[in-house]
């Protein structure tokens, strides 16, 4: 069963795809828009990439504050998420996503990606962390439950 991972931001929603096993997660692209609330395209290309990959599932960050309250990006985020589940009819999962953008800045910095180009990576790096911190947390829930039988 595959898996789609999305960060989705004002103006861009990166994207990732786990493996056929459910193990890791790959970015695929980022997908832009020139306002935020133009968003019929980009449901669209969703709905592509669900199909083209046989995506069953679909992990949506989840941008809390650092003291676990919801702002406004993590409403729009639910917003989105409610268009996710009637335009694809897919079970939407809301993932902490604190800190992944972040993460993915390290890396990109760390692979001495420059400056000037990280914006091009970034939301689909964060993407990949989304959606890997969502596959870790399920196989690790599968290898407690064996452990318990």
């Given at each position: 069963m595959r898996i789609i991972g999305l960060d989705y931001g004002t103006k861009t929603v990166g994207v990732a795809i786990s493996d056929a096993l459910?193990?890791?997660?790959?970015?695929?692209?980022?997908?832009?828009?020139?306002?935020?609330?133009k968003l019929r395209r980009t449901l669209a290309r969703i709905e592509e990439l669900i199909s083209e990959y046989g995506v069953e599932k679909i992990v949506l960050g989840f941008p809390k504050h650092m003291n676990n309250d919801i702002g406004e990006r993590a409403e729009k985020a639910l917003e989105f998420r409610d268009m996710l589940t009637r335009r694809t009819g897919?079970?939407?999962?809301?993932w902490d996503e604190r800190l992944t953008t972040?993460?993915?800045?390290?890396?990109?910095?760390?692979?001495?990606?420059?400056?000037?180009?990280?914006?091009k990576y970034i939301d689909k790096i964060a993407?990949?962390?989304?959606?890997?911190?969502?596959?870790?947390?399920?196989?690790?829930?599968?290898?407690?439950?064996?452990?318990?039988?």
């Open positions: 459910g193990f890791t997660a790959q970015g695929i692209e980022t997908i832009q828009r020139k306002e935020e609330n897919l079970e939407v999962i809301m972040v993460e993915a800045e390290r890396v990109l910095i760390e692979s001495n990606v420059r400056r000037e180009n990280r914006k993407a990949v962390f989304i959606l890997q911190g969502y596959l870790d947390s399920e196989y690790l829930k599968r290898e407690n439950q064996k452990e318990q039988e």
